[in-house]
């Protein structure tokens, strides 16, 4: 996780225990003695690419900074049912008490990360590429989108302070596409790319007049697509063009071999299902 920030990490992974510890494990506290020595493994139930062990290993080092994790794949691997993924030996007490928090995480990563593999390998042999969109989970937007570029896909900007991207709300306060690009180039000079989001040709045409470097076709079929990003090169050869609105696995092909470079699937960081991932303890 090398672009990740350590100490943002710590910081999210003491939240999430301190969220879910209350004032204590009273089950585990209650029925467990303090030293007792314990072994656990974390086992795929399912086909998965793994994301999230360095999370994982946070989470058992903010409750015992001896705790070690012992990975037998790396973060990005593809693994397939019954791998054991890792395994630590510590504290029964510790691994208990963080086995909810460190399955969360790995099993949210990874799912994340799988999902975008399968949009990449859906579009295998075209030029576009697959990105993620702010559409994450509150709290967890850096370790989420780090399991995108686990699963092969890449990250658009990350917060609101990380490029320009015209919507449509902006569209409707300055009254039209040529406002809001015009406005934004003007203000920005030559700092920014310029990225709009486009509801019809009309629109796509003003914003490529104006300077866009990168235009967002959103909610568009796939018939009309192609011709879309035929008009767009004719206009500017060099400009990007976006895809992005109702793109599944079965139909995402057919917008990258329409032309597109990126396509932003929300779905990536909003509904990738948790993977089926086991953490099984037992006495040492």
């Known amino acids: 996780m090398n672009w990740f920030d350590e100490g943002a990490l710590y910081s999210q992974i003491a939240a999430f225990l301190r969220e879910d510890m209350g004032r204590g494990d009273i089950t585990t506290q209650s029925i467990v003695a303090r030293n007792t020595r314990a072994r656990a493994r974390f086992v795929a139930g399912e086909s998965m690419v793994v994301a999230g062990l360095e999370a994982v290993e946070e989470v058992f080092l903010t409750l015992d900074s001896q705790q070690q994790l012992e990975a037998f794949v790396s973060d990005g691997e ?14 029964a007490d510790v691994l208990i008490t963080g086995e909810r928090v460190a399955l ?4 949210r990563l990874s799912g994340i990360a799988t999902l975008t593999n399968r949009f990449v390998e859906a579009v295998e042999g075209t030029t576009a590429q697959i990105v993620d969109s702010r559409a994450t989970t509150p709290g967890l937007r850096l370790l989420e989108r780090y399991a995108v570029e686990l ?7 990350f917060g609101l302070d990380d490029g320009v991207v015209v919507t449509a709300n ?10 809001a690009v015009r406005e934004a180039k003007e203000s920005l000079g030559y700092l920014h790319k310029v990225s709009v989001r486009v509801s019809s040709e009309s629109e796509m045409r003003d914003a490529i007049t104006e300077g ?18 035929q008009a767009a090169r004719g206009l500017n050869e060099t400009v990007a063009i976006e895809c992005s609105g109702n793109i599944n696995l079965e139909n995402v092909r057919s917008y990258a071999e329409a ?18 991932i086991s953490f099984k303890v037992q006495p040492y």
């Open 104 to 107: 969360n995480l790995l099993q």
């Open 259 to 276: 032309g597109a470079n990126l396509i932003r699937i929300e779905s990536l960081t909003n509904a990738a299902p948790a993977m089926d």
């Open 170 to 179: 902006h569209i409707s306060i300055l009254g039209s596409v040529s406002n």
């Open 212 to 229: 866009a470097d990168i235009v967002v076709l959103e909610d568009f079929p796939t018939e009309e697509v192609g011709r879309l990003i």
């Open 151 to 157: 699963g092969g896909g890449r990250n658009s900007r």
């Open 78 to 91: 593809r693994v397939e049912a019954g791998k054991v993924i890792a395994r630590t030996i510590g504290f």
